[in-house]
């Protein structure tokens, strides 16, 4: 949870439109953002606020990329002093959930009993996952989703807006489905997956792409507890 020590001292990694999101989030929870950085800052702000290159300390840090493999690329590469969750008032989180670090839970998500969110995942708006789940690192659950409960989704994978996914159901690493898909079976890793019902389509090669993209100067990130 962002905490009271960090309210002035928030750094925003990516300036696209999530950003725009967890801007107001963290605004309506009372908390100011030092800065927003991004690879290819487009102005020198972004709502009001400094945007820069990724350069200097890092503090109390949200990667607000909607990417997921990309997401994980910023983090192995940067390093940080605490990375933060950022979780909306009007989200509704059972008290025995476990919800990683660097997590953005957005507008109205619902996340239900005994559930598990992994490091730097993204809970989009009113998305519910239900008890009993396991979401790993750097999932993003999209607008409207709907986990049943003792669902896993691998690290890395993207469901769409809309989705929904059967009880019990468990879903590969690095995963791109899409909007709307019903999944009754389970989906393996690194595949393109869509419709009622789910079906995999092919290799999802977006992986292959980012391995690509060079980042110079890549070090570890280093997190504090």
Known sequence: MVMQSMSNNITLYGAGGHCKVVVDILQTLGYSIKRIVDDNPLSQSLLNIPMTY???????????????QMRKKIVDRITVKKYVTAIHPSAIIAPNVFIGEGCM????????????????????????????????????IAPGAIVCGGVEIGECTWLGAGSVVKQGIKIGSNCMIGAGSVVVKDIPDNVV??????????????????????ISEPTRHSLIS
């Open 105 to 140: 839970i957005i507008h109205g998500a619902i996340i239900q009993s005994c559930s598990s969110i992994g490091r730097h995942c993204i809970i989009n708006t009113k998305a519910v996952v239900e008890h009993d789940s396991v979401i790993h690192d750097f999932v993003h």
């Open 193 to 214: 997956a869509y419709g009622n019902p789910c079906r995999v389509i092919k290799q999802n090669n977006n992986i292959k792409i980012l391995s690509l993209i060079h």
């Open 54 to 68: 990724p350069e200097g300390e890092f503090g109390f840090t949200i990667i607000t990329i909607g990417n997921c």
